[in-house]
């Protein structure tokens, strides 16, 4: 059964971007759009890891082969997803296009932005900075072309990148926000991965990826989060996060 997105968590589209609306929003000049984060240039990186420190060849394995059962299994679920969308599920697929770290405030609450938050505001673009510049290259290894590219009658309401479909940008970032969120906020770590799998199936709705691209986008994320913990200014910089947002949350809980 396709996953239906927009459950519990974001109950209707309106209701998301009525949270989202009063949010500051990035620029267009300065956001990166997650689907070309994989060969994305643009990034230095090296806050908290290198560049090169996640070997694609070593942790991702390759898409399902054309024509094979699964690749057929991915087209179907793509398809059928697109049958089922509603106009909620439509807009979410739109609303993530350019996601944004500060759309998890849906998840923690309206006061996490970054004029409250300068120390983990600091943190977080060292952090997406680092996770594009070691998502760099991930789809030149396995140049897949994209749904509507292998099925001329899908129809996406999303703009479809020039980028491979394998692995996903989208869900790479999604998931290492969530993993790297979770650890200054780990009482809401269910709730952050529940987003970030809602923003990854937004992309399969949207029809500009596959089921697996997805997986393939959390097992970099793994792989890119693993590197951050091994970070010992990491670890440091996510206590002082930690203290920074204790106020907020102490005013929440009251």
């Given at each position: 059964m396709v996953r239906r997105i927009l459950p519990r968590l974001l109950l209707t589209a309106a209701t998301a971007l009525a949270l989202v609306a009063p949010l500051t929003l990035p620029a267009k000049d300065q956001a990166i759009d997650p689907a070309k984060i994989m060969s994305d240039t643009t990034s230095k990186g090296g806050h908290y890891i290198k560049p090169g420190s996640v070997d694609y060849k070593d942790v991702l394995p390759p898409p399902p082969e054309p024509g094979s059962v699964a690749a057929q299994a991915d087209?179907?679920?793509?398809?059928?997803?697109?049958?089922?969308?509603?106009?909620?599920?439509?807009?979410?697929?739109?609303?993530?296009?350019?996601?944004?770290?500060?759309?998890?405030?849906?998840?923690?609450?309206?006061?996490?932005?970054?004029?409250?938050?300068?120390?983990?505001?600091?943190?977080?673009?060292?952090?997406?900075?680092?996770?594009?510049?070691?998502?760099?290259?991930?789809?030149?290894?396995?140049?897949?072309?994209?749904?509507?590219?292998?099925?001329?009658?899908?129809?996406?309401?999303?703009?479809?990148?020039?980028?491979?479909?394998?692995?996903?940008?989208?869900?790479?970032?999604?998931?290492?926000?969530?993993?790297?969120?979770?650890?200054?906020?780990?009482?809401?770590?269910?709730?952050?991965?529940?987003?970030?799998?809602?923003?990854a199936w937004g992309r399969v709705i949207g029809g500009a990826h596959f089921p697996s691209d997805l997986i393939g986008g959390q097992i970099v994320a793994k792989a890119i989060f693993a590197e951050f913990m091994k970070s010992e200014s990491f670890r440091a910089d996510v206590k002082k996060c930690r203290a920074e947002a204790a106020p907020y949350l102490l005013k929440k809980a009251a």
């Open positions: 087209l179907e679920t793509v398809q059928r997803a697109q049958a089922a969308r509603t106009p909620n599920d439509i807009a979410w697929a739109r609303l993530i296009v350019n996601d944004d770290v500060y759309y998890n405030a849906l998840v923690l609450g309206s006061w996490f932005k970054a004029d409250n938050l300068p120390v983990t505001a600091a943190f977080l673009k060292d952090v997406t900075d680092d996770l594009h510049a070691a998502g760099r290259g991930g789809k030149k290894l396995y140049p897949r072309p994209r749904p509507p590219l292998v099925d001329p009658t899908l129809q996406p309401v999303v703009e479809i990148a020039t980028t491979g479909s394998y692995p996903s940008g989208h869900t790479m970032q999604a998931f290492v926000w969530a993993y790297v969120l979770a650890e200054i906020f780990p009482e809401q770590r269910a709730a952050l991965l529940e987003r970030a799998h809602q923003v």
